[in-house]
Structure formats: C-alpha cells, structure tokens
C-alpha cells in the first residue's frame, strides 16, 4: 500500500522536465524534453551575463512603460550614463576626429582619381595643414575601402639592335637621384598601348633632375620618328643648353643614324645603358609603370586621338604639376623646380 501511494505522487504531476531553478512538471500534453537540458543561463539569449548592450531592450521597454531608468539601470547592474550614451549614439572624441579625418582622406584621394596609397594620401594632407599620422592614415583607408593603385610586374618591350655600336657609354650609370641642375640630364623610352585602332606607342623626355616628362609623343608606330618628335618636342619646351645627356635603352630606334644625327645637330650626348638590363633606364621605366597604373589600364581607349588628349590632361594637368613624388620628397615636378628656382635666385642687397 505504501509503495503504491508513492508511485501515485510521483506520477499524478504528469511527467518531469528540467528547468533552470530545478525540477518542475511539464504543463498537460506538453512532451516530456530530451534529457540533460542546459540551463538557461549557459546559453546564448537575451540576459547573457557581460553583455550590458543586450538589456538595453529591456531598459528601454521600462522607460517606455514609464517605469525608472535608475531602478532599471540598477537591477541589471548596467550604467546608467553607457545606456544613454549608447541609446543616444554619441560618438566618442576620438570616433568624432576619425570620421573627419576620414572626409579628408577621401577628398585628397578623390582629387588623385583614386591613385594615390596611404603614404602619398598622408604627405598631402600634411601639406593642407591636417596633422595626422601615416599609419592612422592606413588604418582609416582600410576602413573605408580606400585603395591606391598598385605597381604592374614590369615586361620586356625592347626591340635591341644588333648593330648598335659598343663603343657607347653609359654616362648615367644608375645615378638617378634628383639634382640641383635642371636641364643637364634626360632619359627616355618607348612603351606600348592598346587601343580599338591598334597599338598606339608613347615616347617620353623626362629631366632626372625634376623627374618632370619635357617631352612626349604618341604615334601608331614606334619608328625613329616618334622619338625624335619627342626630343624636338622637349627642346621646344626647355631649350637645354649644349651638352646635355639623353640616356636610354639599346632599342634599334635610339641607336639608328638618323636619330644619332639628330642628337649632333642640337648638341646632344647620347647614352645607352647595357645590354639586356632594364634596371639602367629605371626612371624611364617606372614613369611607363605609374602611368599604366594610373590613367591606362583603367579604361578602355577607342582611338589614338583619344588617347593623346587624356595623356596630355595627365601628364600637364597633373603629373607634372600636382602628383606628389617620393624621389622629391612628395613635391610634385613643378613645385620642386619652383625650389630650385628660389634657392638660386640672387638675393637683393
């Protein structure tokens, strides 16, 4: 009799589950739950322990209830002063001052037509006055999805001749760095360019001194022509005196005898660097390598006559003018002659 009045206890609740606070009967028709169930504490909800924000929903259903803040705040131990200031959205100091340092950064990346890395983007703003530091600067270009371009791996385009003479020197011989004397020292080059008419070729001039492009041409042949343009073009613009050094590569152009003619006639020495090593006309091939990275290879290009105008408005409009350059101390070209200029001017008595 005993044991079957207990077994009626124990039964007459309908089956056991398993709560937080202990053991307590399933409601009526309710199936009984697996065994071992977590208690509701160790599992990911609302009330997590440490996670403040979470009762924010609960806090402000209080105050919506017109119940206290304080007594609310205070029940589930949370600041009073983290809840406003998170209902409220108030950026700290140091969010405030990111957010407008990063409106700053995207003008000056802007203005480089999305060209420009960290360094270059940190140089500028030191320039317009912002004081900030480089990896700030990084950090907050990261964070908006800001990117400059990056360098292309550099490919073989030079067609050497075989009958260049051997007795040419190189005068240069890797002395790149900038310089004091504008007009004493070019380089140059030819590199290729895709468009729907064909292959377009574009030969430069560049002063090592300023690093500035003196003369350029843009033809759909890469002949002797083209790069006399661009010398002719250079003397035009500058009128170096006599001596001045043009160096380049052994391409079978810069060694032919009408281009050899041509450097006699308006007092030019030439130079070529060695055989089969790029790295002796490395300006001229790193100025090929910004452009492509910068202004070609982000477009498609349906006519050479198209081509020449947006090279001329990159390279007078903004290389030579505005882009900041490592070499020169992020000057641009223009600014940096500008220097030179007013460093050698004869002061007044």
């Known amino acids: ?18 709560r937080a606070g202990g053991a307590v009967p399933a409601a009526a028709g309710e199936p009984p739950p697996a065994g071992r169930c977590r208690p509701a504490q ?10 403040p924000v979470k009762l924010d929903g609960f806090i402000e259903a209080e105050e919506a209830a017109g119940h206290s803040v304080k007594h609310a705040c205070e029940l589930f131990e949370v600041s009073r002063s983290a809840y406003y200031a998170r209902k409220t959205h108030t950026p700290s100091p140091r969010a405030a001052s990111d957010a407008e340092l990063l409106e700053a950064i995207r003008k000056v990346h802007a203005d480089s037509d999305g060209t420009y890395g960290a360094p270059r983007v940190h140089h500028e703003l030191l320039a317009r006055q912002v004081a900030c530091g480089r990896r700030r600067v990084r950090r907050l270009m990261r964070i908006g999805g800001l990117e400059g371009r990056c360098k292309r791996r550099w490919r073989k385009t030079t067609i050497q001749d ?11 011989r890797r002395a790149f760095g900038p310089g004091r004397v504008l007009d004493a020292r070019y380089v140059g080059d030819i590199t290729y360019i895709p468009t729907w ?3 377009a070729y574009l ?9 500035r492009v003196v003369g ?3 033809a759909d042949h890469m002949r002797t022509e083209l790069i006399s343009e661009a010398l002719l073009n250079a003397f035009h613009a500058r009128r170096p005196a006599a001596g001045v050094i043009f160096h380049s590569d052994r391409g079978c152009q810069y060694t032919s005898r009408d281009y050899r003619q041509l ?11 060695r055989k089969g090593t790029c790295w002796d006309n490395a300006v001229a091939e790193s100025f090929f390598a910004t452009i492509k990275r910068e202004l070609i290879d982000r477009r498609s290009w349906p ?11 990159w390279i007078e409009g903004w290389y030579n003018t505005r882009r900041l350059h490592s070499t020169l101390g992020y000057l641009s070209p223009a600014d940096y002659e500008a220097r030179i200029h007013h460093s050698t001017r004869p002061q007044a008595a």
């Open 1 to 18: 009799m005993g044991q079957a009045c207990r077994h009626r206890r124990r039964t007459a609740g309908g089956p056991l589950q398993r």
């Open 42 to 51: 160790a599992s990911d909800g609302f009330l997590r322990e440490g996670d």
């Open 162 to 172: 075989p009958a260049a003479e051997a007795e040419a020197l190189d005068l240069i």
């Open 197 to 199: 008419e064909g292959w």
């Open 203 to 211: 030969a430069t001039v560049i002063d090592l001194a300023s690093r």
């Open 216 to 218: 350029w041409a843009i």
């Open 263 to 273: 450097a006699v006639d308006h007092g030019v020495t030439l130079s070529l660097g």
């Open 303 to 313: 006519t050479v006559a198209g081509l020449r105008r947006a090279v001329f408005d």
